[in-house]
């Protein structure tokens, strides 16, 4: 019933009959059970709620923005801690993360020193974030995807989070560097490498293996803890 009321089990075409009288309808809920189960309701106002809750539901779930930090095997370790600065504040932000290591010319046979680069942004991001997809080359890039946990992502709207945030990247810019400027320079050299030769792809040695399992290990593990923490399924 409409009222939550256990008509027990009935004749069909008395529930029919029932539901018409109330102006509602009958529906089936338990298809399959023996007897089916069926309940009696105004489905169009059902449908209606249901749809508002899922657009409500859909509004609030966090969309990802992914952000782009840019480097170079030739970037200073200077540079390099303006760089780790930006993916932090992104992460916190609430965003993904992919950092996007360019070679030009010969640089490619210095593929140890851009590994060593991305394996100390892993490092300084790893209590905000996991390693959602280990360094890979595609053409000659190489690319690290960073996501934030679920403690990040529930700190992301605190205002002292906020204000921090605000704070370091003003600071950063009144030193040199723009986060805005780097974004414009991330579309750019992406748009360039359309049109280019791919590279030869690289097979990292065993013991560099060995290490991307670890740290992979390392960021399911903080995630796992994240979740439960925060009562996730």
């Known amino acids: 019933m409409a009222d939550g009321e256990n008509k027990g089990v009935i004749d069909t075409r008395d529930a029919l009959d029932l539901a018409r009288n109330l102006h509602m309808d009958l529906i089936e809920v338990a298809p ?16 209606y ?8 539901a859909k509004k609030s779930q966090k969309q990802f923005d992914i952000k782009g930090v840019q480097l170079r095997p030739k970037t200073t370790e200077h540079h390099l801690g303006f760089k780790i ?8 932000s609430g965003n993904k993360v992919k950092v996007t290591l360019r070679f ?4 490619m046979a210095h593929l140890h020193v851009a590994r060593g ?7 300084a991001t790893d209590d905000l974030a996991y390693v959602e997809t ?6 000659r890039t190489m690319l690290l995807i960073l996501a934030p946990t679920q403690q990040t992502l529930a700190n992301t709207h605190l205002r002292a989070t906020q204000q921090r945030i605000s704070e370091e ?10 986060e805005e400027a780097e974004e414009a320079e991330a579309h750019e050299d992406e748009e360039e490498d359309d049109g280019m ?4 792809q690289y097979a990292p040695a065993p013991e560099v293996k060995a290490r991307e399992r670890k740290q992979i290990s390392r960021g399911k593990l903080a995630q796992k803890r994240a979740d439960e923490q925060f009562g996730l399924p």
Not at 197 to 200: N, V
């Open 197 to 200: 030769q791919p590279a030869p």
């Open 104 to 107: 030009k010319g010969r640089e």
């Open 169 to 178: 990247r003003e600071a950063d810019k009144v030193a040199g560097y723009d």
């Open 32 to 47: 399959t059970a023996n007897p089916p189960v069926c309940r009696i309701m105004d489905y169009g106002k059902f449908m």
């Open 49 to 56: 709620e249901k749809e508002k809750k899922d657009r409500a």
């Open 85 to 92: 600065r930006a993916a932090r504040r992104f992460l916190e």
């Open 134 to 139: 280990m360094p890979n080359i595609e053409g």
């Open 117 to 123: 680069m991305l394996e100390k942004v892993v490092d």
